[in-house]
Every structure is written in structure tokens, then in C-alpha cells.
């Protein structure tokens, strides 16, 4: 009785650490709180005597949660492909920023840290669910590549070689900006978006930039990447003209300092940015509602 009860208390423990592997993974609060609710279902399933034996109940949890991210990456292909536009991952608030949550939601349990910055997300969701799962686990986790085996069903060598495969993915550039020195930048493209001085903008965008928006089919948006510093000024200085009343807050958007849009109170955009030599490399603008709930204030 006491060892069951020990082991309920532990796997209680588990959830934060099972709710920031399953984001890694995902990049998907919704599958996020899905799959660790349903990893919890197949512990609570198990017979007290059957719980007793599992010497680790967190390392059960972690394989079982790690099972199922892998089936549902499995499945992500063709979800992707009836999908309107471009994916991209949930952002994550800094809850300090907004007021805190109740806590219980998996956007309040998250660590954000580089391994959540929309850049390296994107970079994830490039790799098989395999490469993805032994590199997440193992880099990000430290897990042995004899633990990831036995979620993958393969060997450790093969896991090893796997997260070798995805490790050459990561690119590996310069230096990398400090949050101050990305922060600096993003407040400059927030004055000149708000000024619509487009002159401004295309010297913080770096000639080769990259756009991407996802609205989901949702709300009106540009359904594939816009390439280049001058193209992205012109589409940001148009979104502008169209929304008046539109309200920018430099907020962190996944530890990353970001841009949120509002309207009305309401928001309805969240930017990410990569930012090289003081330059706007890479912009990420999530504007499907479903994937923006995290950022309702208080909720």
C-alpha cells in the first residue's frame, strides 16, 4: 500500500518534466496536454502490484509519453498537409510578463530556454520523429541512448546514429545574439512598424529574410513565406495600414524576445525573430487563435 501511494505521489512529480519533453517534441500544447493525460490514463491503469515493480515511475512515464509524441509524429504528415498555409509551432509566454497563470496549464509549466526558441523548434519539425525524438531526449535531455531505444525500438547504436543524423540539421552559425542585443533590434522594427517608416524596416531586414505566417485557414494571412527584407517591409507596412488601432508589446515570445500584436485588447499576432549581425533574419507570425490561447492574460 505505502509503495503504491509512493509512486502515486512521484509520478504527481513527473508531469512539468513530461509536459517539456512533450513540447519539445510536439510543439503542440494542445497534443502536449493530450499525450501526458494520456500516458497518466495508462499508469493509473496498471494494477497497484504492477506499479510496485516499476522501480521508476518516472522513467515509465517518460518512455510511455515518449511512445505516443512518437505516434503522433507519425501522423503529423498528413495533418500537415490538409492544413491551410504554413505550421508552425505554439509560442509560449513568459507568464511573469502577463500576470501569471493558474498553474495548471502546460504553457505555465514549461522552462523556456534555447531548446524552445521558435528557431530551433522550426529546425526540429524538419527532422523524421525519429531523429527528433533520440536527438530531443538525448541533447536536450541527456537520456541514454539504451532508454531512447526502448521508445523507438531500435538498438542504441542505431538511436546514436540517429541523433547524429539530426544533430547535422542544427545549424551551428556565429556567435549567438545575446537577448539584449536581439531585444535592441526588435524594439527598432516595433518603432518602425509603428511609424511605417518602411525605410527603417528594410534596413533592419536582412536582404535574404524569411516571413513566415500561420493562420490556419483561420483569419486572412499570407499562405506561404515571403522572401525578401524589402517584400517583408512592404507586407508589414500594408498589414499595418489595415488594422488601425493595432497595438505592439515587446514581450518574450519562447524566451526569445518577440513582438505581440493586439487589437482591442485581443491578441491577434505573435512574432518571433532570428536576429544576425543586427539584422532580422528569420520572422515566424503565428496568427491561428487556436494556437494563441496561452496568451490570453490570466488565462
Known sequence: MGTAETSTGETADERRQLINVAYRLLGSLAEVEDAVQEAYARWYALPRSRQAEIVSPGAWLTTVTGRICLDVLGSARARRERYVGAWLPEPLPDRAEWGGGHGTDPADQMVLDESVAMAFL????????????????????????????GI?????????????????????????????????????????????????????????????????????????PIGGGARIAEYMIAIAGKAPGLELLERSVNGVPGLVAQHAGVVTTVASFDVADGRVTRIWAVRNPEKLRPWVRGG
Open 152 to 224: 523507438l525500438g531500435r538498438t542504441p547504436a542505431a538511436c546514436k546514429q540517429l541523433a547524429a543524423s539530426a544533430r547535422r540539421r542544427v545549424h551551428v552559425g556565429d556567435a549567438p545574439v545575446t537577448a539584449a542585443g536581439q531585444a535592441d533590434v526588435v524594439r527598432h522594427v516595433k518603432e518602425a512598424w509603428e511609424t511605417k517608416d518602411i525605410a527603417a524596416l528594410v534596413g533592419l531586414l536582412d536582404p535574404a529574410a524569411v516571413m513566415t505566417a500561420d493562420g490556419g485557414g483561420m483569419v486572412g494571412t499570407a499562405l506561404r
Open 122 to 149: 522550426v529546425v526540429l519539425d524538419a527532422m523524421t520523429p525519429a531523429e527528433r525524438v533520440s536527438f530531443v531526449l538525448h541533447d536536450v535531455f541527456r537520456y541514454p541512448f539504451a532508454e531512447i531505444a
